[in-house]
């Protein structure tokens, strides 16, 4: 019986880790009759937590980007900017009058392109200042975790899996020394009763309270306590504060705030309006103080209107190709941003009640659910050894 009651605790442990990851997607027939992982299924809520606790205690974006060294980014794009400025100069000329293009002498052709090029990189220099200085303008990002989350499910899943590893094995293994503590006293008030009910009430109990006393175990007590002058025991998630704080951080940077998501935020977020307005402004002003001695003679063969309209094009063909641009300077800004290390210097820095927020509310909600399946899977098993020993 105790060892059959420690299978008990250590398979009711399983089950109950497994529930909180998988299925990812629900199985059954919705609302009632099926089941989807604790996490996946609560995968907007899981994920607005991490992303409050990420914004508010963690990184602060305005901080992170303000590392961010205008001059050396546009360094760092320098060579494919020339590439696209030289590229939109020359689609939007030909596009609209490529006669007076291909009319203009050489020497003039690459006089404006000289001095447009010689403009770019202080445009770009100029327009990452400004998203420094207020980088909320234009990048939401609790936006970009939430959604990232949520349509990943994966990725929400691993994130939590990843980082409470130990603390998924530590709940499985206690089943096996509780389930067996229990067991034998189970066999003890089998060995007096005879009683059948004594079996399956035993295993419901072994598979509620084994489940109970893990999810606790994981953290608390929240800083180290003694008991009985034996031994000393802290939560086993608090315990390893910085081991988590490391695994979190490079999670963190390498999968969620990385510059990809970064600018496919910027870019196709909500926010997205306002960064094309800047480059439009930028490339508008670049193209009325650089044109020079070309710009009469173009506005006396399109017309007025129509080179405000080339203007436009020209404004959104860059700003359709700086974002490809901007990712010569990835390494310059995974760098510079160092996104990692700050997640692991705040968590570090954390109070233990707000370290435990990181995992606990992926347990909190549905954690009864877990502890009761726990619980039936038990009773389960000792009414199979109640038709066992009897029959």
Known sequence: ?????????????????????????????RPFLGWQGVLPANAERMAATA????????VDPKEVFARLDPEQIAAEIEEPLLEVVEDVTREVMEQYQPRVWE???????????????????KVIAKIMREISNDIDQVLDLEHMVVTNLVRDKDLLNRLIRDISRPEMRFIARSGLVFGFGLG????AVWAVTKSPIVLPLFGLAIGW????????????????????????WQGVF????????????????????????????VLRGPKADRLFDMITREVKRTIDSQAGIVKPLVVAAVGSRTFQEMKQVAAAKAAERVPDTIRFAEDYAVNALDVRNTIVERMRMLSPVEFEGLLRPAFRQDEWKLIAVGAVIGGLVGELQVLVLLH
Do not use: H
């Open 209 to 232: 309270f084994t489940d109970w006393l893990a999810l606790k175990m994981i953290f608390l007590p929240r800083e180290p306590q003694e008991f009985f002058g034996l031994y000393t």
């Open 103 to 121: 009319a203009l002498p050489a020497g003039a052709r690459q006089l404006l392109l000289n001095r447009v090029r010689g403009e770019s990189p």
């Open 51 to 58: 992303t409050e606790m990420l914004t508010k205690n963690l």
């Open 184 to 187: 034998i006293v189970q066999l």
């Open 1 to 29: 019986m105790p060892f059959i009651a420690a299978l008990i605790g250590y398979l009711t442990k399983r089950v109950a880790i497994e529930m909180m990851f998988r299925p990812v997607e629900f199985i059954g027939i």
């Open 238 to 265: 608090q315990k390893r504060r910085d081991e988590v704080a490391a695994d979190y951080g490079d999670m963190i940077a390498r999968e969620i705030i990385t510059i990809p998501n970064i600018l496919e935020e």
